[in-house]
C-alpha cells in the first residue's frame, strides 16, 4: 500500500534551515508529480510546493518563494524541502501529498502523517 513518511521537522531559530524528507512507498514514484503543504495551528491547510514527477519543475506560493525549494530523488523513492531563511510564520505541521498524475494540480490521493516545524527563539 502507498506510504508517505515525513522527518527531519523540530525547532529551528528565525533565520535558521531544517531539510524535511519524505520516504514513499507502495507506487512507482518517478511517475507522480508529489507537493509539500502545512496547517498552522488554527488554521487551513497551505500548499507550499510542488514538484513535476521527473523534478524538471517546481512550483511555490508567493509565501516561501526564494526561501523554500522543493526536490526529490527518484531512485531513492524520497522527496525533500529544504527550508531556509525560516520565520515565524512558518511554524506548521508539514505534510508531503502524492498527486495523482505526473504534473501536479493539487489533486492530492495520498498523505503522509505530518513532521512538526517550528521556529522560534
Known amino acids: 500500500q502507498v506510504q508517505l513518511v515525513e522527518s527531519g521537522g523540530g525547532l529551528a531559530q528565525p533565520g535558521g534551515s531544517l531539510r524535511l524528507s519524505c520516504a514513499a512507498s507502495?507506487?512507482?514514484?518517478?511517475?507522480?508529480?508529489m507537493s509539500w503543504a502545512r496547517q498552522a495551528p488554527g488554521k487551513g491547510l497551505e500548499w507550499v510546493s510542488g514538484i513535476q514527477s521527473d523534478g524538471s519543475n517546481t512550483y511555490y506560493p508567493d509565501s516561501v518563494k526564494g526561501r523554500f525549494t522543493i526536490s526529490r530523488d527518484n531512485a531513492k523513492n524520497t522527496l525533500y524541502l529544504q527550508m531556509n531563511s525560516l520565520k515565524p510564520e512558518d511554524t506548521a505541521l508539514y505534510y508531503c501529498a502524492k498527486e495523482g498524475r505526473a504534473y501536479p494540480v493539487g489533486e492530492y490521493d495520498y498523505w503522509g502523517q505530518g513532521t512538526q516545524v517550528t521556529v522560534s527563539s
Open positions: 507502495g507506487f512507482t514514484f518517478s511517475s507522480y508529480a
